[in-house]
């Protein structure tokens, strides 16, 4: 089957660093996306991986190891809007989105 | 750019009622379009793919008419849940693809909340 595994929920302070671990099996793979969904919105883009590596774009970056079938997030300099759920999605063969109940941040001043 | 317009974003009607919702690409051209549907605290569970010209494919379990998906051109699908009941009371959400290949992200609609009373 396919599956996905994240943290339900992890807290952090304002201005620290956070990583977001996912962990999937998938049926074929072609690529990872990672998006921040507020409470009561709806998702919005954040990264995409389908190579190995660390992918960086500004406060946040998201690393990918196929033969792991793991990725996480990284987010620096946290700030009190980033308080939301994000969620890792996984493509499989037929280029479906796979995805999961999410990781719910919790950022504390 | 990747701009995914969706309306209405709330509607509150009676049991009974047929409700439209529509999703729009506002600077780019969806071959495809995606519909979900979410409940509190669970995840995204897709319900439909849409394709410009052609029939949905809907996921298993979901009811084809009960859900109209009409997917006229290349920027507008809509989403018609008919004769919606308390259980329907959702949040909706439309997504589209920026290009033909399965490569490019998923962009989202702001969401529709139904509630059916």
């Known amino acids: 089957g396919q599956n996905i595994d994240q943290p339900t929920e992890m807290t952090a302070t304002e201005g620290a660093i956070v990583q977001i671990n996912c962990t999937y099996q998938t049926s074929g793979f072609n690529g990872l996306f990672w998006y921040q969904q507020h409470a009561g919105e709806a998702p919005t883009f954040l990264s995409y991986n389908v190579l190995d590596g660390l992918e960086e774009k500004g406060r946040f970056s998201s690393f990918l190891s196929r033969s792991k079938g793991y990725s996480y997030l990284l987010l620096k300099e946290l700030q009190m809007k980033d308080s939301a759920s994000y969620l890792c999605a996984p493509m499989d063969s037929n280029y479906q989105l796979i995805w999961g109940a999410g990781t719910k941040l919790i950022i504390k001043p | ?75 507008l699908s809509t989403l018609t849940v008919t004769s919606a009941h308390p259980e329907d009371s959702s949040f909706y959400i439309c997504s589209a693809h920026t290009g033909t290949g399965g490569h490019q992200p998923q962009h989202f609609g702001d969401g529709t909340r139904l509630s059916i009373l």
Not at chain 2, 4 to 27: A, M, Y
Not at chain 2, 44 to 68: I, P
Request: aromatic fraction near 10%; charge should be positive.
């Open chain 2, 1 to 75: 750019g990747a701009v995914v317009s969706q309306h209405p974003s709330w509607v509150i009607c009676k049991s009974g009622t047929s409700v439209k919702i529509e999703c729009r690409s506002l600077d780019f051209q969806a071959t495809t379009m995606f519909w979900y549907r979410q409940f509190p605290k669970q995840s995204l569970m897709l319900m439909a793919t849409s394709n410009e010209g052609s029939k949905a494919t809907y996921e298993q379990g979901v009811e084809k008419d009960k859900f109209l998906i009409n997917h006229a051109s290349l920027t």
